[in-house]
């Protein structure tokens, strides 16, 4: 087993992540306390524009870290998940998912095939992450159009990007009780000189997923009844090598990482998935004395992505994703026009891809898309008063190609050009030293994807034949949210609404005609509206050498189909939670409870959830061992054992009664750096 290392790299990062540690309600003090950090939605180190970003790190990602990208995001305040069982999720943030929110790699495209299907996860383990930011507003326009709902950022340090004299580390071990989790990872950066070398690996593996009643199971050598998910274990691994060179006026840099994993579907009990995805990356930055640039950074990768679907250990479809991106941006000096100061982000963005299935299965055809977009960032600030706006021109093209298989010519063949031009603007008010209002308002649009214009076939994950529509147009959006902050001393609040119209949506509506034996499911445009609020807030009830914390949070979003008035599927229901943070010396803990309401709003076709209360709990100790430190934590999910199942999930509607939410487990785990 592997060992899990990272480094601290900068005050910063230092002192941002001993907050986290000190064990305070993550989604709100880590999101305040790391704005020094986002470099997502912070490029220009403005704090304005980091007002909708929040973050997980430290020991807050330690311990609520999970095998999905999704599950470990979804109790910050606006996200939820897809919840394909424990192994694939996505984001989904106010309401948005698929192909409206950008999932990054250290702020460079993923080429991966997570948004095609619910079942395939992404491929990225936070065992081998330094920080995930969540953005949402006006910088998500350095991203393109496919970041209208928002931008995931799961950021490491394998391309290293600070100077480094000597050796430096960290190592994190952790097992759970409800999938016999044994995990671990390794990082270790080395510096001398103008270079620094970094190399790092992890390993996952879990067993079926213990729930509260017992399940059905057919899969050969299983119990044919447990208190398991059947076919929900899974195991992963993975690493990376990179190294930088440092030079007076910037660095360049390199990194080759890979990652596999074998992991169950959960909506059939014999189905398993092996992945394996690998990317090279190259980044650097350049700073010129220059009387127009402060800083001009790069970045490039090419991808290359693979996944098999096994029933019963046979070989079936398979998918694969290769592409290359670059990104070119410089931010120029700083300018002084009246009482008004002005900092910018100029930029061009390129990605190309082609994508590929073959099997019984395969409902998308072969295709190529490529794009390329200039975006510009400006930031003015006049005294008390913020403003920012960007701008974003793409030409996209989109070309299917059909399939070589000659059992396979249902596919049209065709290529679609698109342009679409996004627009944002925010303002950002300082009334005093503990109130600040904020608002942003953006236009946005989206090229189809290819398998929402040429989809033609069965896909199990929906359970429907997936049907693309090649005329469909653009997707647009008009977007507005506004935002009141307020700090005094330990006591915090934050409260937002939002919402965004949209004139034509891209949803896979159902239909009346079936197609061999399956529904068929066709991507049409219609129009549609998102609107909710988040809030977040914490209070100092005790204030000591032991203090006592209570932080409090809610979110709610509601999604209608403006064209036929139903509901939009797969929204998240109100949810609210309340949590008690205890703090004295080296000792943090943290009890309380999420409650989600019933979702009664769903369209035709889809399943209600009943309302339902998950109970947590952490403890978490910090020792100090000369050089070292040491955080010990242990986390008790879902304490009261509840039998519960996501409003967000597909399978809740397509495969009742497979994926219910894991029932109680216990996470042990070290966290350890040096």
């Known amino acids: 087993m592997s060992v899990f290392f990272f480094v601290r790299r900068s005050a910063a990062v230092t002192v941002s992540a001993l907050v986290c540690s000190l064990g305070f309600w993550p989604h709100l003090v880590c999101a305040q306390t790391l704005q020094e950090l986002v470099i997502t939605g912070n490029a220009l180190s403005k704090a304005q524009n980091a007002l909708n970003v929040t973050s997980l790190s430290g020991i807050a990602l330690a311990e609520q870290g999970q095998s999905s990208l999704g599950e470990t995001l979804n109790n910050l305040p606006g996200v939820s998940s897809t919840y394909f069982g424990p192994n694939a999720s996505r984001p989904i943030v106010r309401g948005m998912d698929g192909d409206r929110i950008r999932v990054l790699s250290n702020s460079g495209a993923s080429m991966d095939v997570s948004s095609l299907s619910y079942d395939h996860a992404v491929p990225m383990d936070v065992l081998s992450t330094e920080r995930i930011e969540v953005l949402k507003g006006p910088a998500a326009l350095q991203y393109g159009g496919s970041a209208m709902g928002g931008v995931v950022n799961v950021m490491d340090n394998r391309v290293p990007k600070q100077a480094l004299e000597g050796v430096l580390g960290k190592a994190q071990l952790q097992g759970a009780s409800g999938n016999h989790e044994r995990s671990a990872g390794a990082l270790l950066e080395t510096g001398q000189g103008v270079w620094v070398m970094h190399a790092d690996a992890f390993d996952r593996s879990t067993r079926d997923v213990q729930v509260p009643q017992k399940m059905p199971c057919t899969r050969p050598g299983s119990l044919a009844v447990s208190y398991r998910i059947c076919n929900s274990a899974s195991v992963s691994q993975g690493g990376a090598l990179g190294g930088s060179l440092f030079f007076d006026q910037g660095f360049v840099g390199l990194s080759l990482n890979t990652y596999q994993s074998h992991y169950g579907t959960v909506a059939e009990d014999t189905v398993t998935i092996g992945m394996r995805s690998e990317r090279l990356a190259m980044e650097g930055e350049w700073r010129p004395h220059s009387a127009w640039f402060q800083t001009v950074h790069w970045q490039a990768s090419q991808s290359n992505y693979k996944h098999t679907e096994f029933d019963a250990g046979q070989a079936g479809t398979v998918f694969a994703s290769a592409g290359q991106d670059l990104r070119i941006q410089g931010q120029h000096q700083r300018m002084a026009w009246g009482q008004s100061v002005w900092e910018g982000l100029w930029g061009l963005q390129m990605e190309a891809g082609h994508f590929s299935a073959e099997g019984a299965e ?90 929402e214009l040429f989809a033609n076939g069965p896909h199990i994950a929906t359970a429907a034949w997936e049907r693309g529509n090649s005329q469909l147009s653009l997707e647009k959006a ?197």
């Open 362 to 451: 395969a409902f998308a055809p072969f295709s190529q898309s490529k794009f390329k977009a200039l975006f510009v960032i400006e930031d003015v600030t006049l005294g008390n008063l913020g403003m920012n706006w960007g701008l974003r021109k793409e030409d996209v093209t989109v070309a299917s190609l059909g399939n070589p298989d000659p059992h396979l010519m249902r596919f049209e063949k065709g290529e679609r050009q698109f342009a679409p031009q996004n627009f944002a603007s925010a303002a950002t008010w300082n009334v005093s030293s503990q109130w600040r209002l904020s608002g942003n308002l953006a236009h946005t649009e989206r090229a189809p994807k290819d398998y």
């Open 478 to 674: 008009n977007s507005l949210d506004f935002s009141i902050d307020w700090q005094e001393g330990p006591h915090q609040l934050k409260w937002t609404a939002f919402q965004s119209v949209f004139s034509n949506y891209i949803g896979l509506l159902a239909s009346t005609v079936l197609e061999e034996g399956l529904p068929v499911q066709i991507y049409q445009g219609v129009r549609a509206k998102f609107y909710g609020m988040e809030s977040s807030g914490q209070w100092r009830l005790v204030q000591a050498e032991r203090t006592l914390d209570l932080a409090l949070k809610a979110d709610a979003v509601r999604a209608q189909n403006l064209t036929t008035g139903e509901a939009l599927p797969r929204i998240s229901p109100l949810r609210v939670g309340a949590s008690l943070i205890h703090a004295a010396g080296p000792w943090r803990g943290r009890f309380g409870f999420d409650w989600h309401a019933a979702q009664n709003r769903v369209p035709v076709g889809s399943v209600a959830t009943d309302a339902y209360t998950l109970w947590s709990g952490s403890v978490n100790y910090k020792q100090k061992l000369n050089a070292s430190t040491l955080n010990w934590f242990a986390r008790l999910e879902n304490a009261s054992n509840q039998w519960a199942y996501s409003a967000s999930s597909i399978l809740t509607s397509t495969a009742p009664g497979k994926s219910p939410l894991p029932g109680r487990s216990l996470k042990l785990g070290v966290l350890a750096a040096f």
